[in-house]
């Protein structure tokens, strides 16, 4: 078990990450207000090149390590021994999650932008809510196979992540608040202003 738990931590890592460096390339804002094309940039443009690390890193990657495990680079074979089967299957659920991550990214790009980079609101209702919705699709999954008995501390679980996600996102430490510029420094007092006040010292 130390393997996957090990890459579920690494998941976490990245995944982690990515809200508040995608933060980064939020249109700048004037007034307040988040600058639009042509002088700006919608949350679109920087989800191109999300894409483009995609592509990269999991298209090169991903044959280089089929190479180097002697994988099969034919998408079309019949599995031996496993009738109806063929190696098609890798590629139409992979096409499928990859389809679900990308309009999942555009979800949190688009959800970080109009949120002004706010990583600490955004990713504990993503990943708390990903734990939820795994839940229910394995629900859902189990139950095309027959009868499901369900504990009901799973909705309690539920619940308590919900819970833990509002937590989370109220006290995690936030940014110091901006300065208030500092009260201007009173004037000197003039000369005519200060002698009456040595003659009244001089009186007394």
């Given at each position: ?5 090990l890459?579920a931590?690494g998941?976490?890592?990245f995944?982690?990450?990515?809200g508040?460096?995608i ?5 700048p ?16 443009k ?14 090169v990657?991903?044959?280089a390590?089929m ?6 680079f ?8 496993v ?7 890798p590629a ?19 959800a970080?932008m ?5 990583a ?5 209702i ?6 939820s919705?795994?839940?229910?699709v394995?629900i ?11 504990n009901?501390?799973l909705?309690?679980?539920?619940g ?13 430490p936030h ?6 510029p500092?009260?201007a ?7 005519s ?7 009244s010292?001089?009186?007394?």
């Open positions: 078990m130390l393997i996957p738990i890459f931590i998941t976490a890592l995944w982690g990450c990515y508040p460096t933060g980064n390339a939020q249109t804002r004037v007034d307040g207000k988040p600058l639009l094309p042509p002088d700006g940039w919608t949350p679109f920087p989800y191109v090149f999300i894409g483009i690390a995609y592509l990269v890193i999991a298209i990657g991903g044959l390590m190479k180097v495990k002697g994988d099969s034919n998408y079309t074979a019949a599995v031996p021994g009738e109806g089967v063929t190696h098609f299957l139409k659920w992979g096409f499928l999650a990859g389809a679900l991550g990308a309009f999942g990214a555009l979800c949190l790009t688009t970080m109009t949120s002004r980079g706010n600490l609101l955004v990713m504990p993503v990943f708390g809510g990903a734990v919705v795994t839940a229910i394995s859902i999954k189990l139950r095309g196979h027959g009868p499901l008995e369900i009901p501390m909705w309690v679980g539920m308590l992540t919900v819970v833990g996600v509002v937590l989370v996102a109220m006290n995690t940014g110091h608040a901006p300065k208030k500092a009260a420094v009173a004037e000197p007092a003039t000369d202003e200060s002698e009456p006040q040595s003659e010292a001089e009186t007394l």
